[in-house]
């Protein structure tokens, strides 16, 4: 079925666009219209992606940005770069870059901890400022910020101490967001993904896979695509009433 075209003439950023669900992502936006910056640590796998992005009836092109999201001196140039290819700020912001160090919490590292928290929460915290920085200044009345959380966040998950609190901590940072920017009208929400098929999840053991693939009401892992849908609704009018909010995406696994 064809996507509706909610996104037409909007300017959207996703990070993480290289690969797995920010990938889709991409591709949904760019399907309802939106034009897409997408943004990677990987310049290929982002460029990749704007291959596969179908251009809209406006026209509108979609362009790659190799950018560390941890990084507040990259993220001042990713902004800029994007203003000046785009001519105004993205509308929309989808931040999916993110990275796993699984260990148990008696061998984690403090290195460890430090990277999963650094790209996952505070690259979290520099894209959601930069954006939202750049709209307020824009005179914006419309904007849409939406991080990818985990359900891991929110009930914990053997191995995942670091990814849990630093996952944990984009739902708070987001909802508080939520708060702040009501009033120039950006929306702030959370999308807390369950399993999913994605390069993420293939390094987990097979076993572990399986396991967990038992323990979901719905009888599969999600695909990145099932993210995806989620992200273009809440991009979208359509949840125009919905901010602070976090949306499982798990088929109803609780752990
Ligand atoms: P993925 O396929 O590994 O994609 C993550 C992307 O983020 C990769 O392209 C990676 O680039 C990029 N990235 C990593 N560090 C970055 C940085 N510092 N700056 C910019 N880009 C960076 O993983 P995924 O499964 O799609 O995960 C996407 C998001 O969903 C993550 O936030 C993840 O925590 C979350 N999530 C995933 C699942 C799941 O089951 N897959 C479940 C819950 C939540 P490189 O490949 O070059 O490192």
């Known amino acids: 079925m064809a996507a509706p075209l909610r996104l037409l003439g909007r300017l959207a950023?996703?990070?993480?666009?290289?690969?797995?669900?920010?990938?889709?992502?991409?591709?949904?936006?760019?399907?309802?219209?939106?034009?897409?910056?997408?943004?990677?640590?990987?310049?290929?796998?982002?460029?990749?992606?704007?291959q596969t992005l179908s251009s809209d009836q406006l026209g509108h092109e979609h362009a790659a940005f190799v950018a560390d999201v941890s990084a507040s001196e990259n993220v001042e140039r990713l902004m800029n770069q994007i203003q000046s290819r785009f001519s105004r700020p993205p509308c929309i912001s989808v931040n999916s870059a993110g990275v796993t160090m699984d260990e148990f919490l008696l061998r984690q590292t403090e290195e460890a901890f430090d990277l999963v928290l650094k790209v996952n929460l505070k690259g979290t915290f520099l894209i959601t400022q930069a954006v939202a920085r750049a709209l307020v200044a824009s005179g914006t009345t419309r904007g849409s910020i939406i991080n990818i959380g985990s359900i891991v966040g929110k009930v914990g998950n053997v191995g995942q101490t670091n990814y849990a609190a630093s996952k944990a901590g984009v739902e708070a940072l987001t909802k508080t967001a939520a708060k702040e920017l009501a009033r120039y009208g950006i929306r702030c929400n959370t999308v807390l993904p369950g399993f999913i098929d994605t390069p993420m999840t293939e390094k987990v053991p097979q076993k572990v896979l399986d396991k967990f693939a038992g323990m979901i009401p719905l009888g599969r892992l999600g695909n990145p695509s099932d993210v995806a849908d989620v992200c273009a609704f809440l991009a979208s009018d359509d949840s125009g009433y919905i901010t602070g909010a976090s949306i499982e995406v798990t088929g109803g696994v609780f752990l």
Do not use: C, F, H, M
């Open 13 to 50: 950023v996703v990070t993480g666009g290289g690969s797995g669900i920010g990938r889709a992502v991409a591709q949904r936006l760019a399907r309802e219209g939106a034009a897409v910056a997408v943004v990677d640590l990987n310049d290929s796998a982002a460029n990749e992606t704007v």
